[in-house]
């Protein structure tokens, strides 16, 4: 990547400006590399991530986890469903506890003190813990206060105030009814009367930043007895419904089309959905809301469901599987499992790196979270970038970025005396939509043209450089160069007689 700023420019007849828009105001650009750092690798599924004070909790249906590059059934080091790692480089602690059941979600206390975790678990280290857990981050040890006694499964877990909220397909807290949502104070691990009573499994939840409300998502159709399906908010400290008139982005379930909300991200005055849905055309994109009104904000139509999103240098990171994305690529472009979206209106920001899918879910990426300047990303991916790495991944604002494909050996005519004309296809750079191109003339590459031209992998368009002035009645070599800013890559060499 070079200057990581993304300026808008035409592509033929599409305006890649109303696609890959200018970075949003509260960022410092994409900024994030598509070239990804070394990290740890699992050997099943990541399905909960948060970052405290330089470490990354992990959590999901590992049991053993292998430095990056190692094949699968190599070097590796017993982790049973949590692990702990450096922020900075990626690699494993000594930091381990042993549980009995997969982790399905984690969540770090906003001083960074504390991670809380949740999923199918009931014993940690031997210790009763049943499916929710909390560690403190300076001593690694578990928090004694933190050990309600939830009957069932764990997915989803948000940090209020001093309430920590959790979602699942439970019905008990402690012997007392709570279906599948409920909330328990960060202080004593008292049992709170926050009851939004949904009548089916919670996926996910998070309480705006101010604490001033609480959303859940998942696939339940009603909330306190009224209809609300798939998401609603409600309030902080009792589980009463709240006006949410955004709410209508989510399509009611029918015969041909069922859209659960998956993950739910909230940022300052917005909050954002990611959905999957099942039937061909069923609504899996994303969608924002404005907090203190409840409207919708936009609603972004991509096919391929979306399991996590994640605010990071002022993007909208999503996790998918992308494969078609109205107004940018259609189906036979490939599926893309890592996207970022301006938040503020859910465009495509210019970074294209990629995983692929793997087992139990072959969906790709589920989980993600931020330090700050970072992207974590959890899943059952075995590849990112076409190289093996299970698991989990990361990307940071650090280092040179991707490079510029190759350029073709360009076409060569002779529009006019003394003059070559070169063509050839836009490179492709998954940091960078905008691309300097040179005609260069001989062995001593000398720049006789130069252009700038913007690309993605749904649109490249066809370069053009002309030298007007090229020696007439000679034999002359050109190939074109490419540069980020940063990266130079030149192809290969062409000739023609000069009229």
């Known amino acids: 990547m070079g200057t990581r700023l993304f300026v808008a420019l035409g592509i033929g007849g599409l305006v890649l400006g109303a696609v890959v828009p200018a970075p949003p105001a509260v960022g410092t650009g994409a900024s994030l590399t598509a070239v990804a750092a070394t990290a740890w690798q699992t050997d099943a599924s990541v399905l909960g991530l948060a970052v405290a004070k330089g470490k990354v909790y992990v959590g999901g249906r590992f049991l053993k986890v292998r430095p990056p590059g ?5 070097k590796e080091v017993g982790r049973t469903y949590l692990a702990r790692f450096s922020q900075s480089t990626g690699a494993l602690d000594s930091w381990n506890h042993v549980l009995n059941g997969i982790v399905w979600a984690i ?8 991670v809380y975790v949740g999923g199918d678990f009931t014993r940690v280290d031997g210790q009763i813990r049943n499916r929710i857990a909390a560690f403190d981050t300076t001593t690694g040890a578990l928090v004694a206060t933190i050990a309600p006694v939830v009957s069932y499964r764990v997915k989803a877990l948000a940090i209020g105030g001093s309430s920590l909220y959790f979602g699942g397909s439970f019905g008990l807290v402690n012997g007392v009814t709570r279906n599948r949502a409920a909330a328990i104070s960060t202080v004593n691990g008292a049992l709170l009367p926050w009851n939004p009573n949904a009548d089916n499994d919670v996926y996910a939840i998070d309480a705006a930043d101010d604490n001033s409300k609480v959303y859940l998502g998942g696939t339940f159709g009603t909330v306190r007895g009224t209809n609300r399906w798939a998401v609603a908010a409600v309030n902080n400290s009792t589980g009463a419904l709240l006006p949410f008139a955004a709410a209508s982005a989510v399509p009611s379930p029918s015969s041909g089309c069922t859209s659960r909300v998956k993950d739910i991200e909230t940022s300052g005055s917005r909050v954002y959905f990611a959905n999957a849905g099942d039937g061909w055309g069923c609504f899996d994109g994303t969608w924002a809301a404005d907090v203190a009104t409840g409207n919708l904000v936009w609603k972004s139509n991509c096919l391929g469901a979306t399991e996590a999103i994640t605010m990071v240098n002022g993007w909208l990171f999503k996790g998918s599987h992308a494969h078609s994305c109205p107004g940018t690529f259609s189906d036979g472009s490939g599926t893309r499992f890592l996207l970022l979206q301006n938040p503020a209106n859910g465009t495509l920001g210019p ?22 300047g970072d992207l974590w990303i959890g899943g059952d991916f075995t590849k990112v970038n076409g190289v093996g790495q299970q698991g989990l991944t990361r990307f940071t604002n650090l280092g040179p970025g991707a490079r510029p494909s190759t350029p073709p050996v360009p076409t060569l005519s002779r529009p006019a005396i003394g003059q070559v004309k070169a063509t050839v296809q836009a490179s492709l750079d998954n940091d960078d939509i905008r691309l300097t191109y040179r005609l260069l003339r001989g062995s001593t590459n000398t720049v006789v043209a130069v252009t700038r031209v913007s690309s993605a992998f749904w649109s490249r368009p066809t370069v053009t450089l002309t030298d007007t002035t090229a020696p007439t009645r000679t034999t002359q070599a050109y190939r074109i160069e490419v540069t ?3 990266h130079v890559v030149r192809g290969g060499y062409a000739t023609v007689t000069v009229r």
Request: net charge negative.
């Open 351 to 372: 970074w294209f790196p990629n995983t692929n899918a793997g087992p139990p879910t072959s969906v790709g990426p589920l989980v993600s979270a931020t330090g700050g």
């Open 484 to 486: 980020d800013g940063t």
């Open 107 to 114: 969540a770090a206390s906003a001083d960074g003190s504390r």
């Open 70 to 74: 190692a094949a699968a059934g190599t």
